[in-house]
């Protein structure tokens, strides 16, 4: 995933024709540099686009490169208006391991849910209110049951 940050001291800001061709490409004739995602792909390709064009009065754009796996575990940081990219390692790591065990096919129910109950203690008291056989019901495999969405491809 591409983001967009500001390399150097100053502070992020598009020039008026980034943010005009911005909003030409979103539709939207009211957007403002600060409402803007970073990783919003229009914003990332008119960037790469106009390239030293699209720095505000302060900024020096840069694009960023993160892997698509830590969508949600990013946040950016800035000292002085110089941006960074700050990962959440351990989130990324628990999201990671607990996609291996959801994804393992030679796994059965019960143990892909005690070994979900290692990587995130709380698991075991959210079950005692439900039964572990309706976990497997009709709405579907735990993977299902438990929400997927926020974990890696397989």
């Known amino acids: 995933m591409k983001i967009v940050i500001n390399g150097y001291y100053g502070g992020f800001g598009l020039s008026g024709l980034a943010l005009a061709e911005y909003c030409s490409r979103k539709g939207n004739k009211e957007a403002r540099s600060v409402n803007i995602p970073r990783n919003d792909p229009i914003l990332v390709s008119v960037v790469e686009e106009l390239g030293e064009r699209a720095n505000g009065s302060c ?6 490169e993160i892997d698509d796996d830590l969508d949600g575990l990013w946040s950016i940081t800035d000292y002085d208006g110089a941006e960074s990219i700050e990962i959440q390692h351990d989130a990324a790591r628990v999201r990671k391991r607990a996609a291996e065990v959801l994804y ?51």
């Open 59 to 64: 900024a020096h754009l840069v694009i960023t």
């Open 104 to 154: 393992d096919a030679g796994l059965s129910d019960q143990e892909k849910l005690q070994q979900l109950s290692a990587i995130f203690p709380p698991l075991p008291s959210m079950l005692k209110k439900a039964k572990v056989d309706a976990l497997y019901g009709e709405d579907g495999p735990v993977e299902k049951r438990l929400g997927s969405s926020w974990l890696p491809g397989k």
